[in-house]
């Protein structure tokens, strides 16, 4: 393998997109060879950020996936309900895979690429890039340490926001479970990952409850029509409002438009909404996944962790108590204490803040630079001389199990799961 890793982008979306801006701008390191996707638009940004004029476009992740292997690296960007086949097929033809999370559908097709990946010699490194941020990478050295004893609990929250909800979960991509994946899976992997993460144990067992309390018809207000865009009363004042894409919105149109490149004119923006999912009344649309979730997971070495989702809140925050001290962390931390990490000495009463530096204002100070942390250990991790296997598929297949296990839980009314 050469000094510069070769990259092939299957499914050109907006996490491609990011990881191939992040590739690039590390001068030298990678290359794009390939990409697939059936949006030409989208196809054209990976050839434009690769900038290389023997770059290979293809249609589809088929057609990309029956030529011989055209990189070291593929990187996996396609929907949730579709990151399994690729994968699969990638590994038989000999490429290592960055590959979104979740990694599929379910635990057996998750097992089942972990072990293509070992009888192939392939690494499957996930996307689980909040273990690449500086936040949780000092949360997981503290952890380490010993200086909160041993871990009793620990109690992770997860506030969505709610235009996120609207936008990704109500209108969006992942609205419906069987399209995709359920909510704890498609938005809070990365929570049950990094739990996993910091208790090292398996998991023991699972319950969980949640519903839709608010995005369904019954909340929909006096006189809102199906679109926002049909001469709806309401559109001016309603904080869901389609219409906001035109304005103080216009920023999440980067992941949905058809052409991510184009300036946007607002007579065009209304035009696509009147015939976009994103253009419909947010209580009038077909989704089923949860607007909030509660789960209770037991581990093997005695250690509880509940984590909560809403959409009804902005921002991770997390709580750690072990024998000796607490920790306390994430957003709302920060608004309280102006510092990212408290720590509190159970028996002398003595507060130690630690305060992180923050990422750069820029695109890839996205998931608190995780995206950005993620890529640049990309290379050390393929090629044998980074340590870390923080995000190989072996690492983390106990934080799937937690999510699909909390999902069946919450199906059957919140009766506990033993693992």
Known sequence: MSDTLNLAICGCGA????????AMSLHGQFKITAGADPIESRLNAIRETSNNPEFLAFKSADELLQQPKLADVMIIGTQDSYHFEPAKK??????????EKPAAQNIEQIKELAQIAKKKNRKIILCFVLRYTDFYSKVKEIVDSGILGNIVSIRAHEGVEPFHQAHSYVR???????????????????????????VNSPCKSVSSIGNIAYFSEKNTPQGATNRCTDGCPIAETCSYSA????????????????????DRQTHEIIDWLKVSPWGRCVY????????????????ENGVSATLSMTAFDSGRSLEIYGTKASLRGGDAIKQQFNTDIVIRNHHNGELEKITLETPEENEYAGHGGG???????LKGIIQGSSNSDASLIEASIQGHIIGFSAEKSRLQNGIKINL
């Open 172 to 198: 969006g991509h992942w609205a419906k479970s069987a399209e995709s994946t359920p909510m704890i899976i498609a938005k809070c992997s990365h929570d049950t990952d990094i739990i996993s993460w910091l």
């Open 371 to 377: 995206d950005y942390g993620l890529i640049k250990a």
């Open 243 to 262: 219409l906001r894409y035109t304005t103080d919105k216009e920023s999440w149109l980067r992941m949905i438009y058809p052409d991510p490149n184009k």
């Open 90 to 99: 990638a590994l038989e033809l000999g490429y290592h895979l960055l590959l």
């Open 15 to 22: 996490r491609s997109r990011t990881y191939s801006n992040i």
């Open 284 to 299: 009038k649309c077909d989704n089923d996944v949860v607007d909030h979730q509660q789960t209770l997971i037991e581990f």
